[in-house]
C-alpha cells in the first residue's frame, strides 16, 4: 500500500529538498523551527506515512545487518568488517555485505534493497562520489523508513545519523608536529582524497600543525601520473624535508619518486602515510603510518547500532564515537 504522498512529493510541495523534509520528520537542529513548523503541518495534512511495508516488517527483528563497503580492494575496509562480524556473532546477528565500489549510483540501489526491511540496521561508509555530489537524499530515505543507521570512518557528513569514525585531524596535526618538534620546517603533504571529508580532515590538521609557516607544501589531486609529477617537485625541487601523505596511492607514490630521484629515505626525506601495517611494515624502507584500528572501528560500530537497536539511546539524539589513532614509527621516520 503506498502512501498518500511521498518524500519526495513533500519536498516539491514545499520547494525544498528531500533532505530538508526527512531532517525537519526527524527533528533535526539543522532546521528552522519555523521551516520543521510547514514541513510537519504538510504533512499531516496530506496523511504523509512512511512505507507501511517497511515499517511493518521492522516491528520484528530479522537478525541481520547490512553493512556498505565503498572500496573492498582496500585493506582496511576488509579489517573493519572482520571487526563488524566478530562483533555481530557474539549478537547471533548476520551480516549481509554491499560494495558500492565508491559510485553513487550502486549506493543508491543499495539502499533502496535495504529499505525493504530485509535488515535490523544499516552500516555504511559514504562512496567518494556521494560525497563528491553531496547527494544525500538516498541515505535520507533510509532513516525516513526509521531504519537505524550508523556512518562509520567518513563521518565528516551531516547527516542525522550515529557515527563512529578516527581523530583524523587530530592525527595529522600530531604527526605534522612530530617533525615540526625534531626541528623541521619543510614539512610537506600529498593527497589524492583531498575532494572527501577525511582527506579535508586530515589536510586541516596539517594546516594548524604549519599555520606559523608562511608556506605550505601542498599537493593533491585525484590522478596518479599529475600526483606523482606533483610529489616530483615537492621532493626535488622544493627539497622538502618530510612528507606527510593522507592515503594509500600519494604514500606509495612517494616511495616510488624518492627511489626514482635517488632519494634516500629517512636519510633524506621522512615520511609517514595513511597505509596498511600489512603493507608498511614490508617496504623498503618500512614506511612509518598512522594505525586507524580498522578492527576496533567495526566492532564499536556494530555495538552502537546494537545499542540504538535496543533502545538505549534517545530518539532524535546521535552518537559520535572517535577512536584515537596510534602513530607507528618505522624506518621511515628514523632520525
Request: with cysteine; proline share 3%; aromatic share 6%.
Given at each position: 500500500?503506498k502512501?498518500k ?6 519536498a516539491?510541495?514545499?520547494n525544498?529538498s528531500?533532505s ?8 533535526s537542529p ?5 521551516t520543521?513548523?510547514r514541513?510537519?503541518?504538510l ?19 530479522t ?10 580492494s582496500?585493506?582496511?575496509?576488509a579489517r ?8 555481530a556473532?557474539k549478537?547471533d ?8 565500489n ?8 543499495i ?14 561508509a ?6 563528491k555530489?553531496q547527494?544525500y537524499?538516498h541515505?535520507?530515505?533510509l ?10 570512518d ?7 545519523a ?6 583524523d ?8 608536529q612530530?617533525?615540526r618538534?625534531?626541528?623541521l620546517?619543510k614539512v610537506?603533504?600529498?593527497?589524492a582524497?583531498?575532494h ?5 580532515l586530515?589536510?586541516?590538521g ?21 600526483l606523482?609529477?606533483?610529489?616530483r ?6 627539497k622538502?624535508?618530510a612528507?606527510l ?8 607514490l ?11 629515505i629517512?636519510e633524506?626525506?621522512?615520511?609517514i602515510g595513511?597505509?596498511?601495517r600489512?603493507?608498511a ?6 614506511i612509518s603510518y598512522?594505525?586507524q ?18 533502545g538505549?539511546?534517545k530518539?532524535?539524539?546521535f ?7 596510534t ?8 632520525f
Amino acid at each position: 500500500m503506498k502512501s498518500k504522498i511521498t518524500l519526495k512529493e513533500l519536498a516539491k510541495l514545499l520547494n525544498v529538498s528531500v533532505s530538508t523534509v526527512s531532517k525537519a520528520l526527524h527533528d533535526s537542529p539543522e532546521i528552522s523551527p519555523k521551516t520543521a513548523e510547514r514541513v510537519k503541518e504538510l504533512a499531516k495534512l496530506h496523511n504523509y506515512r512512511p512505507n507501511p511495508v517497511a515499517v511493518n516488517l521492522k516491528k520484528s527483528k530479522t537478525g541481520t545487518i547490512g553493512v556498505v563497503i565503498p572500496n573492498i580492494s582496500n585493506s582496511f575496509f576488509a579489517r573493519v568488517l572482520s571487526g563488524m562480524e566478530a562483533e555481530a556473532q557474539k549478537h547471533d546477528q548476520q551480516v549481509i555485505t554491499y560494495i558500492s565500489n565508491e559510485s553513487l549510483e550502486r549506493e543508491k540501489q543499495i539502499c533502496d534493497l535495504l529499505t525493504s526491511g530485509m535488515v535490523d540496521g544499516v552500516l555504511i561508509a559514504v562512496s567518494e562520489e556521494t560525497q563528491k555530489k553531496q547527494a544525500y537524499d538516498h541515505l535520507y530515505a533510509l532513516l525516513d523508513y526509521d531504519i537505524p543507521v550508523v556512518i562509520y570512518d567518513r563521518i565528516n557528513l551531516g547527516l542525522p545519523a550515529d557515527k563512529i569514525g578516527v581523530d583524523d585531524e587530530k592525527s595529522f596535526y600530531e604527526a605534522t608536529q612530530f617533525f615540526r618538534t625534531k626541528g623541521l620546517h619543510k614539512v610537506g603533504l600529498a593527497s589524492a582524497i583531498h575532494h572527501v571529508g577525511i582527506g579535508q580532515l586530515r589536510i586541516k590538521g596539517y594546516e594548524q600543525a604549519m599555520q606559523d609557516e608562511e608556506d605550505l607544501h601542498m599537493v593533491t589531486s585525484t590522478k596518479p601520473v599529475d600526483l606523482k609529477n606533483k610529489i616530483r617537485d615537492l621532493i626535488v625541487s622544493e627539497k622538502i624535508e618530510a612528507l606527510l601523505c593522507t592515503d594509500f596511492e600519494s604514500a606509495i607514490l612517494a616511495t616510488r619518486v624518492a627511489y626514482e630521484e635517488n632519494i634516500k629515505i629517512p636519510e633524506d626525506l621522512k615520511l609517514i602515510g595513511y597505509i596498511s601495517r600489512e603493507v608498511a611494515q614490508y617496504l623498503t624502507p618500512s614506511i612509518s603510518y598512522i594505525e586507524q584500528h580498522p578492527r576496533e572501528l567495526g566492532i564499536k560500530a556494530v555495538e552502537v547500532l546494537n545499542n540504538r537497536l535496543d533502545g538505549k539511546y534517545k530518539t532524535g539524539e546521535f552518537e559520535e564515537k572517535i577512536i584515537a589513532t596510534t602513530l607507528v614509527h618505522l624506518e621511515s621516520t628514523g632520525f
